[in-house]
């Protein structure tokens, strides 16, 4: 069973632009929760969503936002990047909302310059 | 909303040593509480979880304790393993599930020969 897959890799985008990450789940999960990984402030919660519809929102800005398609995987958005969104983006998936174990992928190294 | 205070950040152990790393937080109505290893370049993954109707859980060389009362809880590791060298995460969710988890900073385990 293939994990959580994360694209792309890696990203270097220039402050102001747009960006657009993906995750792809576990097959037949349907709960992907994303997270910003910093050295200064660790994982923090971005968004998470269940059956294409947003369920929890972290404490950030609107220019982060989300959304999942009817196959479950889903996609990321930052607009006017700036350097402090330079991060390891992570999607973790779940085969329901209520489940305990998230899996993780193996994250994007986003950098803003 | 929750706040997840973790100690210490690094640690350094011998082999065969034991190890721990507390945790606090913040919210009364957190009740469920997973640890995740995160390795160099590798994405995060549950090694043990707690829920608050639970004081202590064991799997094999890992165990966690939790006080409801002092709002903390400990991860224990038994005979390190070079293996064993990592970062730890605490988290804590109010929902019973991975779902909207908040994060600890972090414990860089070293275990040295």
């Known amino acids: 069973k293939a994990g959580v897959t994360q694209t792309p890799r890696y990203l270097i985008k220039t402050r102001g632009q747009q960006v657009t990450l993906s995750c792809s789940p576990i097959s037949g999960h349907r709960s992907v929760s994303w997270y910003q990984q910093t050295p200064g402030q660790g994982l923090q919660f971005l968004f998470e969503y269940f059956s294409e519809t947003q369920r929890n929102k972290g404490n950030f800005p609107g220019r982060f936002s989300g959304r999942q398609f009817s196959n479950s995987r889903s996609e990321m958005n930052v607009s006017t990047l700036e350097l402090g969104d330079s991060a390891l983006y992570l999607c973790a998936s779940s085969f329901r909302q209520g489940d305990t174990e998230a899996f993780f992928g193996q994250g994007t190294r986003l950098t803003v310059v | 909303g929750e706040n997840v205070e973790q100690h210490p950040s690094t640690l350094s152990v011998q082999e065969g040593d034991s190890a721990v790393i507390k945790c606090t937080y913040s919210?009364?109505?957190?009740?469920?509480f997973p640890w995740y290893k995160q390795e160099l370049g590798k994405r995060p993954q549950l090694i043990i979880d707690i829920r608050s109707n639970v004081g202590e859980k064991k799997d094999q060389r890992i165990a966690v304790t939790l006080n409801k009362t002092a709002k903390h809880f400990s991860l224990h590791i038994t005979e390190t393993q070079p293996e064993d060298s990592a970062v730890y995460f605490c988290?804590?969710?109010?929902?019973?599930?991975?779902?909207?988890?908040?994060f600890g900073t972090g414990t860089r385990l070293q275990v040295t020969l």
């Open positions: 919210d009364s109505a957190s009740n469920y």
């Open positions: 988290a804590a969710s109010r929902a019973g599930t991975a779902s909207k988890l908040t």
